[in-house]
């Protein structure tokens, strides 16, 4: 999966968990703190996203991006060396 496709289902994850932010305008550079997710919130999005993904990796792997951006291209990153 491409980090664009990954994106969109970040900012689809963080949109469904996070309704108050629907028209917001979203950047890779946002990162889900300043957006106001919460710790359970920042993980039920990553396990949302992992899951849209079929993407079977601990949590703790996600925690290293520090924004949407970085965070869709680990996960595209990972996908890609899992699928092989």
Not at 1 to 7: A, I, V
């Given at each position: 999966?491409?980090?664009?496709?990954?994106?969109a289902?970040i900012?689809?994850?963080?949109?469904?968990?996070?309704?108050?932010?629907?028209?917001?305008?979203?950047?890779?550079?946002?990162?889900?703190?300043?957006?106001?997710?919460?710790?359970?919130?920042?993980?039920?999005?990553?396990?949302?996203?992992?899951?849209?993904?079929?993407?079977?990796?601990?949590?703790?792997?996600?925690?290293?991006?520090?924004?949407?951006?970085?965070?869709?291209?680990?996960?595209?990153?990972?996908?890609?060396?899992?699928?092989?």
């Open positions: 999966m491409t980090k664009d496709k990954t994106f289902l900012v689809d994850a963080v949109r469904e968990i996070l309704p108050e932010l629907a028209d917001h305008d979203f950047t890779e550079t946002d990162t889900l703190d300043a957006l106001g997710a919460n710790s359970m919130d920042r993980a039920e999005i990553v396990m949302t996203v992992l899951e849209e993904m079929d993407l079977d990796i601990p949590l703790v792997d996600t925690h290293g991006p520090q924004n949407l951006g970085e965070l869709a291209q680990h996960l595209s990153d990972t996908a890609a060396v899992k699928a092989g």
